[in-house]
C-alpha cells in the first residue's frame, strides 16, 4: 500500500477510516488536481501548459464485469503509474476541469486499488452544482401556519459532520434538530437544524450547508434542511426549540 503523498490523498484515507470525513474529502477533491491518462489532440512532447480550448484525449477504460467504459483518474502520479504497466501518455489537470470535459461518463478514482471510488454522472453533477452550497434566506409572513415537531431517523453520520463543524466553532452554543412544515407552501416536512450562538453565524451555516450537500446517505428522510438562528430569527419557533428539544450538540465553552 503507498502511503498518502498530498493533502488530497490524506483526506482519501482519512474518509475511508471515517465515513463521516467523506465531506471533507470531496472538499479536497474539488479544490485538487487530480492524474488522467490522456494527452492533447495535438501532439505535445514533454511537459506542457494547457491552453485555453485545447482538444484533449481522455483514455477510457473497460469494467471487467461488463466492458462498459468508464474514465480512470488518479490523487497523485505514483498512485497512476501503480496502476499501469506501461509507460502512457498523463496530463495533471484540476478535478472540476476533468468533471466538466466527461459530463455524463462515468468515473474511477484510483482503480485496482486498495483507496478507489466511484463517481456516475449524478454524483459529479451533485459535485459540480455551486446551487447546492447556497445559503438563501426565507421570511415568514405573520398568521402563517407553521407546525413544528420532532427530527426521526437522521443518519447518525449527518449528525456527526454537523458536531465536528460546530466543535471547531467557538460563536456556537447548541445545536438542536427538529421538523418544520409550512402547508402553504410545501407538503413536505423540512429538517430544521436551531443554532443558539453570538454574532453573525451565517459563515458557519454555509459550511454546515456545504458539508452536509456533499453527504451522499440513501437513509436520509429529510429532502431539505433549513437552517434557523435561535434568539434572532421567529420567536416562536425558538421557544419550541429550546422548552422541547434536547440539544445534540452543546458546547463544552462558549463564547461571549
Same mark, same amino acid.
Given at each position: ?139 415568514? @409572513?405573520?398568521?402563517?401556519?407553521? %407546525?413544528? #415537531? =420532532? ?8 449528525? +456527526? $459532520?454537523? /458536531? ?24 413536505? @416536512?423540512?429538517?430544521?437544524?436551531? %443554532?443558539? #450562538? =453570538? ?8 459550511? +454546515? $450547508?456545504? /458539508? ?45
Amino acid at each position: 500500500m503507498l502511503l498518502p503523498t498530498n493533502k488530497l490523498e490524506k483526506a482519501l484515507h482519512k474518509a475511508a477510516a471515517d465515513n463521516t470525513q467523506a465531506p471533507a474529502f470531496y472538499e479536497e477533491l474539488m479544490e485538487s488536481k487530480i492524474f488522467v491518462l490522456g494527452k492533447p489532440e495535438e501532439e505535445d512532447v514533454g511537459k506542457f501548459t494547457l491552453e485555453e480550448e485545447q482538444a484533449l484525449i481522455i483514455q477510457h477504460w473497460e469494467r471487467e464485469e461488463d466492458k462498459s467504459p468508464v474514465v480512470p483518474f488518479f490523487t497523485s502520479l505514483a498512485m497512476l503509474q501503480q496502476a499501469i504497466e506501461t509507460d502512457e501518455p498523463y496530463l495533471e489537470l484540476p478535478t472540476t476541469a476533468l468533471f466538466q470535459m466527461t459530463m455524463g461518463a462515468p468515473l474511477v478514482l484510483n482503480p485496482n486499488s486498495e483507496f478507489g471510488m466511484e463517481f456516475d454522472p449524478d454524483d459529479v453533477a451533485i459535485l459540480l452544482d455551486a446551487d447546492l452550497m447556497v445559503n438563501s434566506e426565507h421570511e415568514l @409572513e405573520e398568521d402563517t401556519e407553521v %407546525l413544528l #415537531g =420532532h427530527a426521526q431517523n437522521v443518519p447518525d453520520k449527518f449528525t +456527526a $459532520i454537523l /458536531k465536528e463543524l460546530f466543535s471547531n466553532n467557538k460563536q456556537i452554543e447548541a445545536a438542536y434538530m427538529g421538523t418544520i412544515q409550512i402547508p402553504a407552501e410545501d407538503d413536505e @416536512e423540512h429538517l430544521m437544524i436551531g %443554532l443558539k #450562538g =453570538h454574532g453573525d453565524l451565517e459563515k458557519i451555516i454555509d459550511q +454546515a $450547508i456545504q /458539508k452536509i450537500s456533499l453527504l451522499d446517505d440513501d437513509s436520509m428522510a429529510y429532502e431539505v434542511v433549513d437552517f434557523y438562528q435561535i434568539d434572532k430569527d421567529d420567536p416562536d419557533i425558538s421557544d419550541f426549540m429550546v422548552e422541547n428539544i434536547k440539544p445534540f450538540y452543546k458546547a463544552k465553552t462558549t463564547l461571549h
